[in-house]
């Protein structure tokens, strides 16, 4: 069995960055995609960014040249930087992990961004 566990959530200021962290463990045999989403309360769960086998990104439209996403094997670590936090992307951040035809989800992270 897969696990993920995000953290780097917090409160931060308007304008100010948090970078978020997600470690995983178990076999990750036939990975194909990690990616990060979040939900805030009200509102239907996001995708903000994911990247492939290969390492190719995409990144959402609302979050482009403010959150970056990347991947460190040998830490076992996905991690989302960002940057220029605007109380719109307050929300609960979740990792997922697509392995073969499963998905695995991480209890996610709290990011609560003040005006």
């Known amino acids: 069995q897969v696990q993920l566990v995000e953290s780097g959530g917090g409160l931060v200021q308007a304008g100010g960055s948090l970078r978020l962290s997600c470690i995983w463990s178990?076999?990750?045999?036939?990975?194909?995609?990690m990616g990060w989403y979040r939900q805030a309360p009200g509102k239907q769960r996001e995708l903000v960014a994911r990247i492939i086998s290969n390492g190719v990104t995409h990144h959402a439209d609302s979050v482009k040249n403010r959150f970056t996403i990347s991947r460190d094997n040998a830490k076992n670590t996905l991690y989302l930087q960002m940057n220029s936090l605007e109380p719109e992307d307050t929300a609960v951040y979740y990792c997922?992990?697509?392995?073969?035809?499963?998905?695995?989800w991480g209890q996610g992270t709290q990011v609560t961004v003040s005006s």
């Open positions: 997922k992990a697509n392995v073969r035809l499963r998905e695995y």
């Open positions: 178990g076999s990750i045999f036939g990975l194909n995609a």
